[in-house]
């Protein structure tokens, strides 16, 4: 009987376990059915989509989280700068912007509104409607024929034809179906200026005013034309793009929430493109790229050495432009004989002369139009034939002149003792030898800083000399090339940026000296070709080209001599004067020697 006692109580005891337990369970369940009701309440959204869902699931992809969704959204949101201008395009004159906008307003889908384009055509160039548009044609037409008097080559009337301000800016805004011009640089999309313009607007370190936050949010900073920046004044170019993507000064209304994270960081430039084009390579473009590229994505170069010592093709006029020469100069030559002829005995001799001279120009014109004729002949046999037309190295062009071309190797340890080294090389070894009226010596130098190095060294060997370079007045430079001309001094000194913007024949040199070489392959042909004498032959060749049709002989040829000194920096600068691997086969000689190029 205890023992079934014992056994009662311990059942007993067992179910009132159980009954505990069980009432400890029904809490829990309760919470996770609670848990289970709001975790169907959260997926809900996510269910809405079933057909998405299963997509995702069929390909093996797993959904992202309402969290990483939001984050997404939030980046594609932070699209936002402080300003609203976002291209910057620099050009060097006002016809090279005129030029880029007019190509611009062509390439506008149709009925495309245009905003404010008067006053863009009164600012630019004159209107195309009623009279303007004949005035302007009017203009354009007596620029040219005035570039054309002067011979001055295809070149330079393609790059300073229209109006060559250097002081310009315009802003352009784009909207969904318009485009407005002369809008405030502010309020614009897209900037059209000079460096000159924008260093004005910007100002220098240490001025107490100065407004750059209109550059502080651009995407794209476009350098056209990057050869004749550089000739203008390249430091203001680069005191312009030290404040491009700068933090603002003042900070106008923008959306802070949208602001992308490198510019609330002050490192916008990261996210910039910098784009420079030019016509060839040079140090300073490299120097340019590599203080102000500071893109992520790193740094490209496009370059062509086929392309590199390539000049503007030749001057090859159409055939109405060589009839129409030709039949002016048969009239021309016709009226003065005609004019001798009727007051020959009423003139005194000093008239005579005169009036042969210009029966004498006017049978040299008559021979000209004729030669520009069988170039034009031959152009176009060459072009029937499938032949290239333009691409000629500079050195070849003048080899086919006639010119002795001379190359000389110069040591020098460093680039920043480039033209230091230069001019000690030419006062030791090559100045002593000069002087006297035998010599008639044109000497090239890159900048009016070598003619102030000259000097005392001219001084010191009692050596006479005359100057033309950008600062020299008209009248100083028409009395220095006189006096080079009639051989009063022996020698003159010029500079490639005065010969580039004025292209003066300064006739009167035997020989051609060049202290590195020039800023562009033209400026050598030009001064090759119009400065050293012409060949005794010339007058014949040109009337046996007028006989014979013959183009070679149509080219004016010259005598004389080119001598350019260069160190092995200067690589670049030889790449636009010859073809690459005649340029590196140069840098392999010996020091000091001179090498005729072949």
């Not at 889908?109 to 044609?137: C, D, H, I, T, W």
């Not at 009226?437 to 001219?458: D, P």
């Not at 009639?486 to 004025?502: A, E, M, N, W």
């Amino acid at each position: 009987q205890q023992e079934q006692q014992k056994q009662q109580q311990q059942q007993k005891q067992q179910q009132q376990q159980k009954q505990r337990q069980q009432q400890e369970k029904e809490p829990a369940a309760a919470e996770g059915a609670a848990a289970a009701a709001a975790e169907q309440e959260r997926e809900a959204p996510c269910a809405a989509e079933p057909a998405a869902a299963a997509a995702a699931a069929a390909a093996g992809q797993q959904q992202l989280s309402a969290a990483a969704c939001e984050e997404w959204l939030r980046s594609l949101l932070q699209d936002s700068s402080y300003t609203r201008p976002r291209v910057l395009l620099l050009l060097p004159f006002r016809s090279a912007a005129k030029e880029v906008v007019d190509a611009m307003l062509q390439m506008l889908p149709p009925g495309f509104q245009v905003l404010n384009e008067k006053r863009y055509r009164a600012s630019f160039g004159p209107s195309e409607e009623g009279g303007a548009a004949a005035a302007a044609a009017a203009a354009a037409a007596e620029q040219q024929q005035s570039f054309l008097k002067a011979r001055r080559p295809r070149d330079f009337r393609a790059t300073f034809g229209g109006s060559s301000s250097d002081n310009f800016s315009l802003g352009i805004r784009l909207s969904s179906k318009s485009i407005s011009l002369c809008c405030s640089l502010q309020g614009s999309d897209i900037l059209v200026a000079s460096p000159l313009a924008l260093r004005i607007l910007t100002g220098a370190k240490g001025e107490a005013k100065r407004e750059f936050d209109f550059l502080s949010s651009l995407e794209i900073i476009i350098i056209d034309r990057a050869d004749i920046i550089a000739l203008q004044n390249w430091q203001l170019l680069k005191e312009v793009l030290e404040v491009c993507n700068l933090p603002p000064q003042r900070y106008t209304s923008f959306d802070i929430r949208r602001l992308r994270p490198s510019m609330a960081a002050a490192v916008g430039q990261t996210d910039r493109q910098l784009v420079v084009c030019c016509s060839g390579r040079s140090s300073r473009f490299g120097a340019l790229l590599q203080s102000f590229s500071a893109n992520r994505r790193g740094c490209l170069q496009l370059f062509e050495p086929r392309l590199a010592a390539v000049c503007m093709p030749l001057d090859i006029p159409s055939r109405d432009l060589a009839a129409a020469a030709a039949a002016a100069a048969a009239a021309a030559a016709a009226a003065s004989a005609g004019e001798q002829a009727g007051e020959a005995g009423e003139r005194s001799e000093a008239a005579k002369a005169v009036a042969a001279a210009d029966a004498a120009a006017a049978e040299v014109a008559a021979a000209a139009a004729a030669a520009d004729a069988a170039i034009l002949e031959a152009a176009e046999a060459a072009a029937a034939a499938g032949q290239p037309r333009g691409f000629v190295p500079a050195t070849l062009r003048c080899s086919r002149a006639g010119a002795q071309q001379l190359f000389c190797l110069v040591s020098c340890k460093a680039f920043k003792h480039t033209q230091r080294d230069l001019i000690n090389y030419f006062c030791s070894n090559v100045l002593p030898t000069l002087g006297g009226a035998a010599s008639r010596v044109l000497l090239l130098v890159n900048s009016y800083l070598e003619i102030c190095r000259l000097r005392v060294a001219l001084k010191e060997h009692c050596i006479s000399y005359t100057t033309c370079h950008e600062y020299t007045s008209n009248a100083k430079l028409s009395r220095a090339r006189q006096s080079f001309l009639k051989g009063d001094v022996p020698v003159l000194i010029t500079t490639s940026r005065f010969c580039f913007y004025r292209r003066y024949r300064l006739c009167g040199a035997k020989r051609i000296i060049m202290l590195g070489p020039p800023c562009s392959a033209e400026v050598y042909v030009h001064l090759v070709t119009e400065s050293l004498p012409a060949a005794a032959d010339g007058a014949a060749a040109a009337a046996a080209a007028a006989a014979t049709g013959a183009a070679a002989a149509a080219t004016g040829r010259v005598q004389g001599s080119v001598l350019c000194y260069f160190t092995a920096f200067q690589l670049q600068g030889l790449e636009q004067l010859m073809p690459l691997r005649q340029a590196l086969q140069l840098l392999q000689m010996p020091k000091g020697r001179v090498v005729a190029l072949s």
